[in-house]
């Protein structure tokens, strides 16, 4: 499929408020069923089951059995990440699961898999500055020293170099319309700083906080100052 097709086909699934109503869901990470989308879209089950199978025909949703029940998620982070992207441009899709003017959506939030709003910037800038990533094109390239510090911090670098998606990739933000730090290093990394407890979920749906350990080896060792940030 060529990239105008794509954009065609991409255009024409989320123009629907139903099925934007249910990739803006699916963007929290979690599978779902057709029955907890056809909630979240407000349609009828026979609407979901429709609008279901268009979304994965398109190729933008897979959809797994697991016993009597059927899950459908976004078909890969990459799809997930481009999709998530279309919020910077000041249209979020139907069913975001925070307002765009909370302070702490803006703030902290999974953009899919990796950290995004200004704690996101703020981290990405850090590694920039740092020399721990250096621009490249559309992307971001890892250098010796940078590696070396995530291999330190624990980050499972081999295993992001390893996936089938792009590496590391430069995600604009919609909040702070700079980019943030995406691709599988970006989700590598945030699955160690939750696994450190320098974030934590917060309960709602893509909203993560830094707790007072983050706020401490974030300033010790990126030199952020996170503390009341934005209030």
Same mark, same amino acid.
């Given at each position: 499929?060529?990239?105008?097709?794509?954009?065609?086909?991409?255009?024409?699934?989320?123009?629907?408020?139903?099925?934007?109503?249910?990739?803006?869901?699916?963007?929290?990470?979690?599978?779902?069923?057709?029955?907890?989308?056809?909630?979240?879209?407000?349609?009828?089950?026979?609407?979901?089951?429709?609008?279901?199978?268009?979304?994965?025909?398109?190729?933008?949703?897979?959809?797994?059995?697991?016993?009597?029940?059927?899950?459908?998620?976004?078909?890969?982070?990459?799809?997930?990440?481009?999709?998530?992207?279309?919020?910077?441009?000041?249209?979020?899709?139907?069913?975001?699961?925070?307002?765009?003017?909370?302070?702490?959506?803006?703030?902290?939030?999974?953009?899919?898999? =990796?950290? %995004? !709003?200004? /704690?996101?910037?703020?981290?990405?800038?850090?590694? $920039? #500055?740092?020399? +721990? @990533? *250096?621009? &490249?094109?559309?992307?971001?390239?890892?250098?010796?020293?940078?590696?070396?510090?995530?291999?330190?911090?624990?980050?499972?670098?081999?295993?992001?170099?390893?996936?089938?998606?792009?590496?590391?990739?430069?995600?604009?933000?919609?909040?702070?319309?700079?980019? =943030?730090? %995406? !691709?599988? /290093?970006?989700?590598?990394?945030?699955?160690?700083? $939750? #696994?450190?407890? +320098? @974030? *934590?979920? &917060?309960?709602?749906?893509?909203?993560?906080?830094?707790?007072?350990?983050?706020?401490?080896?974030?300033?010790?060792?990126?030199?952020?100052?996170?503390?009341?940030?934005?209030?």
């Amino acid at each position: 499929m060529n990239v105008k097709a794509t954009m065609v086909t991409v255009g024409s699934m989320i123009g629907s408020p139903a099925r934007a109503a249910m990739i803006a869901a699916l963007l929290g990470r979690h599978a779902l069923t057709a029955t907890e989308l056809a909630r979240q879209a407000s349609v009828s089950s026979a609407s979901a089951s429709q609008h279901l199978a268009k979304l994965v025909a398109s190729g933008l949703l897979i959809v797994e059995r697991h016993g009597r029940h059927r899950y459908y998620s976004i078909a890969s982070a990459d799809i997930a990440a481009a999709l998530a992207t279309l919020e910077s441009l000041g249209a979020p899709l139907p069913g975001s699961p925070a307002p765009r003017g909370s302070v702490a959506i803006h703030r902290a939030r999974l953009c899919y898999d =990796h950290v %995004a !709003g200004s /704690l996101g910037v703020g981290i990405t800038d850090a590694m $920039l #500055e740092n020399g +721990w @990533l *250096e621009p &490249s094109g559309r992307d971001y390239r890892l250098t010796g020293p940078g590696d070396a510090f995530l291999r330190r911090l624990g980050v499972d670098v081999d295993g992001a170099r390893a996936k089938r998606r792009l590496f590391a990739r430069a995600c604009l933000d919609w909040s702070e319309r700079r980019a =943030h730090l %995406a !691709g599988a /290093l970006g989700a590598a990394l945030a699955t160690r700083l $939750l #696994e450190l407890d +320098w @974030l *934590e979920r &917060s309960g709602r749906a893509r909203e993560i906080s830094v707790t007072a350990r983050g706020e401490a080896e974030f300033a010790r060792l990126f030199g952020m100052t996170l503390a009341n940030e934005g209030e």
